[in-house]
């Protein structure tokens, strides 16, 4: 369709705003872990993967909300999150839904994405390489 067409020329935004959003949600599991903010039941001594992964979250997430070094950090990431639902949930239930990873999943395949995509629009590393 002619549409679906013309939105093609927004993708660099599109790509850009999906960075941006799926950074937010990743730094709130960050500072979750880390600050127990937003306050959370599972406050308590950190464990050093979970202050791994809370640091990888936090700060990973700040680096890809601002499109700095975006293919590596994604990868990165991608990295943890298939590793957190292979230890974390997978051992819990075969199914996604009933094992709580279809976040983790759907986290593991957008920075996947982004490491072959790139940042998109409004990220710093469109200024680092010019």
Do not use: W
Request: proline share 4%; charged share 10%.
């Amino acid at each position: 369709m002619k549409l679906f067409e013309s939105l093609a020329k927004y993708q660099p935004q599109a790509l850009g705003v999906l960075r941006i959003m799926t950074a937010l949600q990743f730094i709130e599991h960050g500072s979750q872990k880390l600050f127990n903010f937003p306050v959370s039941d599972h406050a308590g001594a950190l464990s050093g993967l979970s202050l791994t992964s809370g640091i990888l979250e936090f700060a990973g997430g700040i680096l890809l909300a601002l499109g700095l070094f975006t293919r590596p950090v994604a990868f990165l990431l991608a990295g943890e999150m298939a590793i957190a639902y292979f230890m974390a949930h997978m051992p819990r239930d075969f199914f996604p839904v009933n094992n709580g990873g279809d976040s983790a999943i759907s986290f593991c395949f957008i920075f996947l994405y982004l490491v072959f995509a790139g940042a998109g629009a409004f990220a710093l590393d469109n200024r680092r390489s010019a």
